[in-house]
Structure formats: structure tokens, C-alpha cells
């Protein structure tokens, strides 16, 4: 399982208190989740809450800064434009323009996301033809 979780306290909503939350995203068959969660120890208030890909900012910059960017890396440099521009269409459900600037991060290395997320985006390309890996910068 592709996975990245990080750890860090916060307020409790209704008595203050310090609690420890965990927040993760994971990657699945299906796609990504996330989830946050949390229990107070000074009143038992517990917070949970999940999603899909609409992950918090928040939550995704702490795995950010816990783990580090990682590395959409094409494996065949030949890899045919159109084909990788049409695989990375079908991913961002963007525009021609969106798409095109992100083909031009990718062929120079630039693209960076959560580990669960270029994984994710390594396999599509995969799937596509073209061949494709998570890597650390
Ligand atoms: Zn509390």
C-alpha cells in the first residue's frame, strides 16, 4: 500500500486542551483517500474526518513538509508528446493549456506532488503506454 501520514498536535475545539492528530493519504485501486483524526485526552472528544482526492490544503502540506516532494519521473525520454499529453488531459479533467504546461514540468523533471499522488498519476501514465515512475527529487 502507497501511503503518507503525519502526526501533530492541535487545539481541541471544545475544552482547548493539546490533542494529537494523525493525518493520512493513501493510495488505493480506486484512487485516493485521506483521512484526519483526533482525540482529546482532556475531554474524549473525538474528530474524524475522510475524503477523496478533495484532500485539505492543510493536511497535504504537512505530509509535504514531513516527507518531501516527490517526483513524477518519465523513464523513456522518447515518450511520445501527444500520447503523455493525452494521458495527462485524461488526468486533470483540464484544459488544452493546463495540459500543456504540465507536460512541459514533467519532461523537465518538475512535477511534484505527495507520494500517493504521483504515484497515482505514474500509474495512469503506465496504463497509457507510457512508462513512468515516483521518484525523490
Ligand atoms: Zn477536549
Not at 483526533?38 to 505530509?63: K, M, T, V, W
Not at 499529453?85 to 523533471?109: D, F, T
Request: proline share 4%; charged share 25%; hydrophobic share 40%.
Amino acid at each position: 500500500m502507497i501511503y503518507e501520514s503525519v502526526e501533530y498536535p492541535s487545539a481541541c475545539e471544545a475544552c482547548g486542551a493539546v490533542t494529537e492528530c494523525s493525518g493520512a493519504q493513501v493510495l488505493l485501486d480506486d484512487g485516493l483517500r485521506w483521512d484526519v483524526a483526533s482525540s482529546c485526552p482532556g475531554c474524549g472528544q473525538a474528530f474524524i474526518a475522510c475524503g477523496r482526492a478533495d484532500i485539505p490544503a492543510d493536511l497535504r502540506d504537512r505530509l509535504l513538509t514531513e516527507h518531501g516532494p516527490t517526483r513524477l519521473e518519465i523513464v523513456d525520454r522518447s515518450a511520445n508528446s501527444a500520447l503523455l499529453m493525452k494521458a495527462l488531459r485524461a488526468e486533470l479533467a483540464g484544459g488544452l493549456h493546463q495540459a500543456k504546461e504540465m507536460l512541459q514540468r514533467v519532461r523537465a523533471g518538475g512535477h511534484t506532488g505527495t507520494l500517493p499522488e504521483v504515484e497515482l498519476l505514474a500509474r495512469r501514465l503506465c496504463e497509457a503506454g507510457i512508462q513512468a515512475r515516483a521518484g525523490r527529487p
